[in-house]
């Protein structure tokens, strides 16, 4: 079986021999994978009108638990935009009906968002879609073999997710370095 990757290192292999292309065979593919994933992911949330930008707020607010609901600072670490974004995505959510603020108890100057049912609704259907269109992106694997998979990309993850802040163009330090 050869795929686009395979003829895109031979290629290369045969115009740059000087260089070792290795990397190409896995992180190509991956680049590849996270193209057809991501149009998966915006056909599943175009499916329930919904912007990936709002999956991403409504999914943080349904995966706190009942009552689905987040001050804006949580929502700004787990979705990873500026205050001034959240706050126009949290008007734009609010004004749709798919959020509703609240006065925080805890802090009298402060709000909680919390997601309504019609919220709750839309991204708990767009998310049992996108659950869907995903596994069939992964259906030639086994059951072992995307255990084995996530293992693998975990391995390779972490180092990016726990390193500390560094410049976007540089991969992270190894650990003892």
């Known amino acids: 079986?050869?795929?686009e990757v395979d003829r895109l290192v031979a290629s290369w292999q045969t115009e740059r021999p000087d260089l070792d292309v290795e990397p190409l065979q896995?992180?190509?593919r991956v680049s590849r994978l996270a193209r057809h994933l991501d149009?998966?992911?915006?056909s599943a949330f175009a499916a329930h009108d919904l912007e990936s930008w709002?999956?991403?707020?409504?999914t943080a607010l349904r995966r706190a638990g009942e009552p689905y609901q987040l001050?804006?600072?949580?929502?700004?670490?787990?979705t990873l935009v500026t205050s001034g974004t959240m706050t126009n995505r949290i008007d734009r959510l609010e004004a749709a009906?798919?959020?509703?603020r609240h006065p925080d108890p805890q802090d009298k100057r402060g709000v909680q968002v919390r997601l309504t049912e019609a919220g709750k609704s839309r991204v708990d259907a767009a998310f049992?879609?996108?659950?869907d269109?995903?596994?069939?992106?992964?259906?030639?694997l086994s059951g072992a073999d995307r255990r084995h998979l996530a293992n693998l990309l975990r391995t390779l993850l972490v180092p990016f997710d726990t390193a500390a802040p560094r410049h976007p163009d540089r991969p992270p330090r190894p650990r003892g370095s």
């Open 1 to 3: 079986m050869e795929d």
């Open 26 to 28: 896995v992180l190509s």
């Open 39 to 42: 149009r998966a992911r915006r």
């Open 54 to 58: 709002e999956f991403d707020v409504l």
């Open 71 to 78: 001050n804006p600072g949580q929502l700004l670490r787990a």
């Open 97 to 100: 009906g798919l959020v509703k």
């Open 128 to 131: 049992a879609d996108l659950i």
């Open 133 to 140: 269109r995903e596994r069939l992106l992964l259906g030639g």
